[in-house]
């Protein structure tokens, strides 16, 4: 594999969990812990990412407990600036730019109609420098949820 030549597509993360705008940063905290990533990407109802979330961004903006965090939405958390991204076919050295440029350590991968097919990393893009990265091409798969959090209020009268 010639590091000159490896593109977006080949090196992305293709299973993606993700999240919708809607959702708790509650949700969003309990999806990166289960699912053991550091980026979530925040996505439209056509799958067209609107920003990633971060575990640091979570730190960040945490404030109260679980009961203040399930009534907020993760779309609050979103810097102002839109995340930069790359398409399947740019070059590695493209996205890793556009990954510094912004001062990111994540861009999403687009197709030409703006769908999330996959996501680019700086721990993607030091395995393909360091030749490890298993090649491959495709569409990704996204998976919205792995469960749902919702608080169980008890009925009056009743005491724990």
Not at 56 to 76: F, K, M, Y
Not at 98 to 127: H, K, N, Q, W, Y
Request: with cysteine; glycine share 8%.
């Amino acid at each position: 594999m010639n590091i000159e030549t490896v593109t977006a597509e080949q090196v992305m993360s293709r299973v993606l969990v993700t999240i919708t705008p809607e959702e708790s940063p509650l949700m969003a905290w309990e999806l990166m812990r289960r699912a053991g990533v550091h980026h979530l990407p925040v996505i439209d109802a056509q799958a067209r990412p609107l920003g990633i979330l971060t575990r640091q961004d979570l730190a960040d903006n945490w404030s109260g407990g679980p009961a203040e965090q399930s009534r907020r939405q993760v779309h609050s958390l979103l810097g102002r600036v839109r995340t930069p991204h790359a398409r399947p076919g740019h070059s590695l050295a493209e996205a890793a730019a556009a990954m510094l440029d912004a001062s990111c350590d994540a861009i999403p991968v687009v197709r030409e109609d703006g769908r999330l097919i996959g996501m680019i990393t700086t721990v993607d893009v030091l395995a393909a420098v360091a030749g490890r990265t298993v090649v491959g091409e495709g569409a990704g798969e996204l998976r919205t949820a792995l469960f749902r959090i919702e608080p169980v209020p008890l009925p009056t009268g009743e005491r724990s």
